[in-house]
């Protein structure tokens, strides 16, 4: 499928998604939302993709939020429809792959921008970054998850605090409260996702996605995260990497995942 806002590269088993509106500031616009939707769902569905990042074009900006201009006029109605769809086609989408994602914010993250970042199994960020949830200086609340991920990541005072004062935050402010995991300059961005990349590359796929599963019922509603780790735990010993991860163990050699 041909993209007119986002570009992918991949190679050596990581796919680079770059979100390419810098005019913009990278908003997500509709398209943008369903290209990006179209694009996790192929990468998701390579087996060869084993990692994916996602930045943002330009120096400037990640995402400088949703497209403010699509949705100035909306009616209440059309409000909580562009909340549900973006909810669904992207950020629980992002939330809820097998393959790992990795936010690299190389600039702005910004409502949207911040909750798509969020949405990603982890973030990291350049020394230029700012994050933040300004929706409520525009008179909205954040739609796409912003209110239920940032006292994930943050805690809730924390998280109250941004919400309500539509502030930003500096990168190291975001590494200090555990909004994102590493700072580095905006040359080592990729370097350094590609690096994380390269680890989490090393260990079974199915494994990872077992992981990640795991790791997010802990955070829905009604759902028992143990249950899930057992279960999870159990399928485990069905597959064939774990059948060649212990093996490598015992045999002293490192492991050859086949990824099933
Ligand atoms: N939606 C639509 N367009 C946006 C946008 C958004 N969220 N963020 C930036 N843009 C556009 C601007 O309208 C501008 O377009 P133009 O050149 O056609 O006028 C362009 O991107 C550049 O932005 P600009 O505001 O001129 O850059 P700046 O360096 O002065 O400011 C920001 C940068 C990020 C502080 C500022 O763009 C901003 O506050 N953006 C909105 C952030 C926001 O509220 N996001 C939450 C949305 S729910």
Do not use: W
Request: charged share 25%; glycine share 10%.
């Amino acid at each position: 499928m041909n993209f007119e806002n986002i570009l992918i590269e991949e190679s050596n088993g990581l796919a680079t998604i770059t979100i390419n509106r810098p005019k913009k500031l990278n908003a997500l616009n509709r398209a943008t939302i369903e290209e990006l939707n179209q694009a996790f769902k192929d990468l998701e569905r390579n087996e060869e993709i084993k990692v994916i990042v996602i930045t943002g074009s330009g120096e400037k900006a990640f995402v400088a939020g949703a497209d403010i201009s699509e949705f100035a006029h909306f009616s209440v109605d059309e409000g909580g429809r562009l909340a549900a769809k973006g909810q669904e086609m992207l950020f629980d989408f992002v939330e809820n792959l097998s393959t790992p994602v990795i936010a690299a914010v190389n600039g702005f993250a910004l409502g949207g921008g911040l909750e798509l970042a969020m949405s990603c199994h982890f973030r990291i960020a350049s020394d230029n970054a700012k994050m933040g949830l300004p929706e409520t200086s525009l008179g909205v609340i954040p739609g796409y998850g912003g209110t239920q991920r940032l006292p994930q990541l943050v805690g809730k005072g924390k998280a109250m605090e941004l919400i309500m004062t539509a502030g930003m935050v500096s990168a190291d402010e975001a590494k200090d409260c555990g909004l994102v995991n590493y700072v580095t300059t905006q040359e080592e961005l990729l370097p350094l996702a590609e690096k994380l990349a390269g680890k989490i590359m090393r260990n079974s796929s199915v494994a990872i996605g077992a992981a990640i599963k795991a790791v997010n019922d802990n955070f829905k509603d009604g759902v028992d995260g143990f249950q899930t780790e057992i279960r999870e735990f159990g399928n485990c010993f069905g597959t064939e990497d774990f059948k060649e991860g212990t093996t490598a163990f015992l045999e002293k050699r490192k492991a050859n995942f086949p990824g099933r």
